[in-house]
């Protein structure tokens, strides 16, 4: 298992209201557990294999992110008619279904309920968004293969 993949298991349980996490790859376990303390929340993450022992890190010994982007939300505008569009879940969003593809949507198409506008990729998992309105997109407020936050907005969509 690979350790950047631990690191984002990590992150995601951390964010999540998920308070234990445990996944076994051949003979390796890994468990995540968050402790809810009233200071702050903190993980504990226990690597076994095959009988040997258990090792336990704590957030003061755990590396600090290299960087870490805070995520703004967007200015209401005061317009009614303006709707954003949210991530789901943590990954990399991608405009295109493919690095060859185009991009599913552009700034000025329209779109209906249920039209795919991005992809969000979790854990080698590729999600597609959807559009939860019909209307037509006015901006795209994510750089294609950049992170993006649960609940960071994606796209602003004036409704029809």
Do not use: W
């Not at 702050?40 to 890190?57: C, D, L």
């Not at 968004?129 to 750089?143: F, P, R, S, Y």
């Amino acid at each position: 298992m690979d350790i950047n993949l631990i690191k984002r298991l990590i992150r995601i349980v951390e964010k999540s209201e998920i308070t234990d996490f445990s996944v076994q790859e051949g003979d390796l376990k890994l468990r995540i557990s968050k402790n809810n303390s009233f200071a702050q929340p903190m993980s504990n993450v226990i690597y076994t294999q095959q009988g040997s022992a258990q090792a336990a890190s704590s957030p003061s010994t755990q590396e600090a992110p290299k960087e870490q982007k805070e995520v703004k939300p967007v200015e209401p505008t005061g317009d009614q008619n303006i709707h954003e569009v949210r991530s789901p879940i943590v990954g990399t969003f991608y405009r295109a279904p493919a690095p060859d593809a185009d991009p599913y949507i552009q700034i000025g198409d329209q779109v209906t309920q249920g039209s795919v506008l991005c992809i969000v990729e979790a854990m080698k998992l590729m999600n597609e968004i959807e559009c939860d309105v019909a209307g037509k997109i006015i901006k795209i407020l994510v750089d294609n293969a950049t992170p993006v936050e649960y609940n960071q907005p994606l796209f602003l969509i004036q409704k029809d």
